[in-house]
């Protein structure tokens, strides 16, 4: 089989858009109420994180040894326009892919084809004072799985599914032989009871960060901040 992969930059911090797509919201995006959290409430993960991504009060001492305390807030209009700018490129990154989608059809093979739309993360958008990733809230694990083509049922399952099942997918696709040491499954298999984890190790955690996800449960567990 014939694979084709094309990689999109936005949407992505640093936010960036124009008038164009801007104009494409027309109304602004609803506010998560973890927006407004009183910071002294927060996890101690998250307010480390929200200190390095100054979304957070945070203080430093400067080369003459004198103490900065420093406030950070963040308005309602601020956190709506932060929304709003992210909802803004994610217009502009559906006129890319239906550009694409376009071009595919023109094609005498374009039924032929199987599309698969997904990301590698998600975005904070302002809730728990963050924007981003980093985190193990549903804004920044949860992403879009979307998977296409003729012999594909039209439905939307609530099965959970992972990246790891991406590769188990494609063999089960074109009927190859998937190797019996893969972490996934494909995900044209029914599993309502499955479990999927995930672990961050990378900027803004601290520490490591751990998750296991069944069904409407999550345990999220962090190394010592001792």
């Not at 609803?30 to 009060?57: C, N, T, Y």
């Not at 950070?72 to 890319?96: F, N």
């Not at 992403?143 to 099942?165: M, Y």
């Amino acid at each position: 089989p014939q694979l084709l992969h094309c990689s999109f930059f936005s949407p992505h911090p640093p936010f960036d858009t124009n008038a164009s797509y801007l104009s494409k919201i027309t109304s602004d995006p609803p506010l998560p109420p973890s927006a407004f959290v009183d910071q002294e409430q927060q996890h101690p993960a998250d307010r480390l994180a929200s200190i390095q991504k100054l979304h957070h009060d945070y203080s430093y001492v400067s080369d003459d040894n004198v103490q900065h305390n420093v406030t950070v807030r963040y308005s309602k209009k601020q956190i709506e326009t932060v929304r709003r700018v992210y909802y803004a490129m994610g217009a502009e990154l559906d006129s890319w892919i239906g550009g694409i989608l376009d071009a595919l059809n023109q094609r005498e093979d374009a039924q032929d084809w199987y599309v698969i739309y997904l990301s590698d993360h998600g975005e904070m958008g302002m809730e728990h004072l963050q924007t981003g990733k980093n985190t193990m809230y549903e804004a920044s694990v949860r992403v879009p799985f979307l998977l296409s083509g003729t012999s594909i049922e039209s439905k939307i399952s609530r099965d959970l599914v992972s990246l790891l099942d991406v590769f188990p997918t494609l063999c089960d696709l074109f009927e190859v032989e998937t190797p019996s040491d893969l972490s996934g499954r494909s995900v044209l298999l029914s599993s309502s009871d499955r479990a999927v984890i995930s672990q961050y190790h990378s900027l803004y955690s601290g520490v490591g960060t751990y998750m296991v996800r069944q069904g409407d449960y999550k345990l999220v567990l962090y190394g010592d901040y001792d």
